[in-house]
């Protein structure tokens, strides 16, 4: 996180966002530890509120300790669960993983669950469909699947996390694609 100012053994001691004149939170060295050591953790990357408290229990805080920290950094704004929930869609979307994926990436990483229909909202309807095409069209070359190919690329492509629905949909937009090209060729 860009905004962190780390002090005394990288421990930080204030946080600043861009754009603003002061920072965001300034405080002492009597910060207590459990609060530290979650300024740490979301300084190296984005975390849920769930999983910033399982971390700090794992590191040895008490659950009312860890509870207290996740609390303070939603309050100060540097745990956002809405945001990175938006962010993991967004995401794994653009990497072409279908919906089931994308769900497994929000529990793996913790998100609430009253928060993954919002966040998954942000997927247009022919998203998924689109991106098994663009993944079949790269596996095939331009040639017409046959039966294994289809196995083969439908398993690869359920692993990715896409549906029967949107793999047929998919082989159909192909195949549909190569009859195009070849009437312009």
């Not at 669960?81 to 990483?109: F, I, M, N, P, S």
């Not at 492509?157 to 312009?184: M, Q, T």
């Amino acid at each position: 996180m860009d905004g962190v100012r780390r002090g005394f053994r990288g421990v930080a001691n204030s946080v600043e966002i861009e754009g603003l004149a002061e920072p965001l939170v300034e405080f002492e060295t009597e910060l207590p530890k459990h609060k530290k050591r979650a300024l740490n953790i979301v300084s190296a990357r984005p975390i849920t509120r769930n999983a910033m408290e399982k971390r700090l229990k794992e590191l040895g805080e008490s659950a009312e300790n860890a509870a207290e920290a996740a609390d303070w950094l939603a309050d100060i704004g540097l745990i956002d669960d809405a945001a990175y929930a938006a962010e993991v869609v967004r995401v794994y979307t653009k990497r072409g993983y279908g919906l089931q994926r994308v769900r497994d990436e929000l529990y793996k990483k913790m998100v609430p669950r009253e928060l993954w229909d919002e966040a998954l909202s942000e997927i247009c309807d022919g998203e998924p469909v689109a991106a098994a095409v663009e993944f079949i069209a790269r596996k095939m070359r331009g040639e017409l699947p046959d039966f294994d190919d289809r196995r083969r690329v439908g398993a690869a492509l359920v692993r990715r996390g896409h549906s029967w629905d949107d793999i047929n949909s998919a082989f159909a937009k192909y195949a549909e694609n190569l009859e195009e090209d070849e009437e312009f060729h």
